[in-house]
Nanobody, 127 residues
Framework: QVQLVESGGGLVQAGGSLKLSCAASGRTFSAAFMAWFRQAPGKEREFVATITWTAGNTYYADSVKGRFTISRDGAKNTVYLQMNTLKPEDTAVYYC????????????????????WGQGTQVTVSS
């Protein structure tokens, strides 16, 4: 079993920055992809960014491209999301997810592709 624990959420003014962390643990942890999704009230969970665990290749949603950066630290089994130039529409609960099997980036942008999820961390951007 894999456990994912997010941290780093909070309240920030528009234009500000936050860095989210997701620590993975579990005896059987291995991942092909680690990703961030988000869900705003009344909306479906949406893809934010994903990274291939071994090579570090990244893929972003158009809405965050150029503002957010996903990265990982293999030694710490941790994935990060650096969020800059935050906007009120970025307000959501952010979830970390892990997929143990390889896939295309298109497949890896779907919530259904992921086996393990964290509990989420709230990000609120005030205008």
């Amino acid at each position: 079993q894999v456990q994912l624990v997010e941290s780093g959420g909070g309240l920030v003014q528009a234009g500000g920055s936050l860095k989210l962390s997701c620590a993975a643990s579990g005896r059987t942890f291995s991942a092909a992809f680690m990703a961030w999704f988000r869900q705003a009230p009344g909306k479906e969970r949406e893809f934010v960014a994903t990274i291939t665990w071994t090579a570090g290749n990244t893929y972003y949603a158009d809405s965050v491209k150029g503002r957010f950066t996903i990265s990982r630290d293999g030694a710490k089994n941790t994935v990060y999301l650096q969020m800059n130039t935050l906007k009120p529409e970025d307000t959501a609960v952010y979830y970390c997810a892990s997929r143990p099997v390889s896939a295309s980036f298109l497949q890896a942008s779907s919530p259904a592709a992921y086996s393990y999820w964290g509990q989420g961390t709230q990000v609120t951007v005030s205008s």
